[in-house]
């Protein structure tokens, strides 16, 4: 399929690429714990640091800029033709982190989009600054906290973009203690307006992301870039074990009653059920016990559970798959459980015509006769998931060598990078292109 950016050649794609490596480096250096891998979370000093970095790079290329009402960077770039109110294809990702966290998750995506709006604000013409050659605007985002690693409650930036924020998400908690609504304050936020963050439908065209593949599926087959298809559904528990704590040495087995033990179990049985299902991860992520002394049987024990799928329907069946295991394992052991869910996001499935755009995007990258690229469904969650909810969403994922992610080691080359920012640019004008149709 030939593509539609008739100027543009390798060089300066990989000028583009080389540009966001570097940037993605700069980035970096904004964490809370420096040599430790990356660690930068909502309302931060880091989170405040890269958003005035971003907005500087989105005023270079001729966007207009604003940090919304939930801490989120927004850059503009009007059409050629049209008033200043016109829809816009909103681009984007997230600047926060995880904990000892890579430099690539996220934030490539963010400088990915940044060079689509060069690519495309040069291909306008002279006389034209600070307008793309489309029939909608263009917005980046930068969404400020997709990872939930502060307040444990994911996607709070893109929800407050989609109209979803809720009220009782104001108590939430970090591990200091600082409320949300205290942490907002702080950082110059006012509650009060969150809801001045909601896009409305009739403002936008739709959503597309760039991401790396957050596992080693397109590294095995040898390929750059893929269409991604849908996000899967995930649901979080804490799920906490009672047992009785009791003298290390004069305990016999037979009066045990081991909160540990049943954990420990539990965890290997969330193995065993989801290895047995197609397209179901089960995560236990986090284990606790306590008293947590030395010589003291565990008297409860708390732990994680991160369950996914493709299918929402097909997910929750296995939950109640692993509730029944686990009446098994504290009945035989004579503990007692508890499940409190705290987080629950449904599967989303990418829009047909932004499958389209994204899959002749890639297209025009490949030789010509060249197989359509794969089509995957991503098992990470993503701010496609919250934005779904006010508008249709798209996403391209990139090679992501060994498919490590939430580490140090995570990486994207530059020759992925420039074929990603290729095909992210092509599939704005294969969309424009339907919109003008």
């Not at 583009?16 to 000093?45: F, H, K, N, Q, W």
């Not at 409305?200 to 992301?209: A, D, I, T």
Request: some cysteine; proline content about 5%; hydrophobic content about 45%.
């Amino acid at each position: 399929m030939a593509g539609r950016l008739t100027d543009v050649g390798p060089d300066r794609l990989f000028a583009a690429a080389r540009r966001v490596m570097v940037r993605c480096d700069e980035l970096a250096r904004a964490t809370a714990t420096p040599g430790a891998g990356i660690e930068r979370v909502y309302l931060s000093p880091e989170h405040a640091r890269v958003n005035r970095l971003v907005a500087e790079w989105m005023r270079e290329i001729g966007m207009t800029t604003h940090q919304d009402a939930a801490g989120n960077q927004v850059g503009r770039m009007l059409p050629v033709l049209g008033d200043p109110e016109a829809p816009a294809l909103l681009l984007g990702s997230h600047l926060d982190t995880v904990p000892a966290a890579g430099r690539f998750d996220g934030i490539a995506g963010v400088l990915m989009a940044l060079e689509v709006v060069r690519l495309l604000r040069a291909s306008s013409g002279p006389g034209r600054p600070g307008r793309v050659p489309l029939p909608f605007a263009l917005e980046v985002i930068a969404f400020s906290d997709e990872e939930g690693t502060r307040f444990g409650k994911a996607l709070l930036g893109s929800a407050a973009s989609a109209g979803g924020w809720r009220e009782d998400w104001w108590a939430l908690r970090d591990a200091d203690g600082v409320t949300l609504r205290e942490a907002f304050l702080d950082f110059g936020l006012d509650p009060g307006r969150i809801g001045e963050a909601a896009y409305r439908p009739e403002q936008l065209v739709g959503y597309l992301e760039a991401h790396i593949e957050q596992g080693p599926e397109l590294d095995e087959r040898g390929e750059s870039l893929a269409v991604v298809s849908s996000i899967a559904g995930a649901r979080r528990f804490q799920i906490t074990v009672e047992g009785e704590a009791r003298h290390a040495g004069g305990t016999p087995y037979e009066a045990r009653r081991d909160a540990l033990l049943g954990a420990s179990e539990a965890a290997l049985a969330v193995e065993r059920i989801c290895r047995a299902e197609h397209h179901i991860i089960g995560t236990v992520g986090q284990l606790e016990t306590f008293p947590g002394a030395v010589n003291v049987v565990p008297g409860e024990a708390r732990l994680s559970l991160d369950l996914r799928g493709e299918l929402d329907g097909s997910r929750d069946r296995v939950w109640d798959a692993i509730a029944r295991e686990l009446d098994a394992i504290m009945g035989r052991r004579g503990l007692r459980w508890r499940a409190r869910p705290f987080h629950d996001a449904p599967a989303v499935f990418c829009a047909p015509l932004l499958q389209d755009v994204v899959r002749a995007g890639i297209m025009a990258t490949l030789p010509a006769g060249a197989d359509a690229p794969a089509t995957l469904f991503s098992r990470a969650g993503h701010d496609g998931m919250a934005m779904a909810d006010v508008t249709d969403v798209g996403m391209l994922f990139m090679r992501n060598p060994g498919g490590i992610s939430h580490h140090p080691d995570e990486f994207v080359s530059v020759s992925d990078v420039a074929a990603g920012i290729w095909a992210l640019t092509e599939a704005v004008l294969h969309l424009a292109g339907d919109s003008r149709s």
